[in-house]
């Protein structure tokens, strides 16, 4: 456990820089605009792409790994959606609320993903959490998109518009240009490779910061249902979803620390602006995102250290 907390607190320090760099006003509204902007349109994609691309696929379990995240998404997705009706009817849980509910239950950060295993395992954690990231991503912003859709109350858009707002999201498209130059293309031009690698260096850093900046302590003070419940089920259901099916796929050892550190950590800043973008509940995603935050810093090390021990004797 202390392994994981200590590869933890450089992680959170960044993410506490960032806070303090917003609540001291040392950057300013407009500056974080713009490197969330560049985050998510340049930085991320690269990183995303350079991780994709360079990974050794063919070393790791792919399909159990894969698999496992892709079956506790849909489980808790499945979860989720059927305690709607029920949520609606016992506590006035309506759909721009129910959103956010379903991003913090499912979602999750990958900034802080590869930071933890990426410190903890090196180059075979940042391989596995490449494989994570082509399992995760298009699914959850799948889902995502259906919800807000279905549920946040807009006028309900074309399919057409919906496929170029699917299409267009980077974590997508860099997701399929990084599949892509792994498996179907030869190296890329060393400058070109040092070029995308150089912005993909400033993902991680420019990442936490802004999950950093995104969180209002004052927010908390009152936390209600949806909080507690998006928080439950992501910090605490989902690892346990995740070990289940990576257990029955044959995943074991750091492979399954990692499946852990990607159902384990709290749910995207990513999800705060797309419930601004398409009428979710905004405020109470920020609000979700914080106690998500604040929390995985002693859920992670514990979840970690227990579901991989207890994996590990039941194997024995």
């Known amino acids: 456990m202390s392994a994981v907390f200590a590869s933890l607190i450089p992680t959170f320090l960044i993410i506490a820089t960032g806070w303090l760099c917003r609540a001291t006003g040392f950057v300013g509204e407009a500056q974080w605009a713009g490197i969330e902007r560049a985050t998510y349109v340049i930085f991320f994609p690269a990183l995303i792409i350079d991780t994709l691309s360079r990974a050794d696929l063919s070393s790791v379990p792919v399909l159990g790994v894969g698999g496992a995240l892709i079956g506790a998404i849909l489980l808790m997705s499945a979860l989720v959606l059927a305690l709607r009706p029920w949520l609606e009817r016992r506590f006035g849980i309506d759909g721009p609320t129910f959103t956010s509910i379903f991003q913090g239950s499912t979602r999750w950060n990958t900034f802080v993903g590869l930071a933890v295993a990426g410190s903890l395992l090196g180059p075979r ?36 518009a919906i496929l170029r707002s699917f299409v267009t999201n980077p974590f997508i498209w860099s997701c399929a240009v990084g599949i892509a130059l792994n498996l179907l293309a030869p190296p890329l031009p060393k400058p070109v490779a040092v070029y995308i690698e150089i912005l993909g260096r400033a993902a991680l850093a420019a990442g936490l910061l802004i999950v950093g900046a995104g969180l209002d302590i004052r927010r908390l003070a009152r936390p209600g249902l949806p909080h507690l419940l998006a928080s439950g089920l992501k910090l605490l259901l989902m690892p346990l979803l995740a070990v289940t099916m990576a257990r029955f796929l044959g995943v074991g050892g750091n492979d399954l620390v990692v499946t852990i550190i990607a159902a384990s950590v709290p749910t995207a800043s990513a999800a705060y602006v797309l ?42």
């Open 125 to 160: 954690g940042i391989a596995l959490i490449a494989v994570a990231i082509a399992a995760m991503v298009p699914l959850l912003n799948l889902l995502a998109f259906y919800v807000f859709v279905r549920f946040a109350g807009r006028p309900r858009q074309s399919p057409w």
């Open 275 to 316: 419930a601004r973008q398409m009428g979710g509940n905004a405020p109470l995603m920020a609000e979700i995102l914080t106690l998500q935050t604040l929390a995985a810093l002693v859920s992670m090390p514990v979840l970690i250290t227990l579901l991989s021990e207890c994996a590990t004797a039941l194997c024995n």
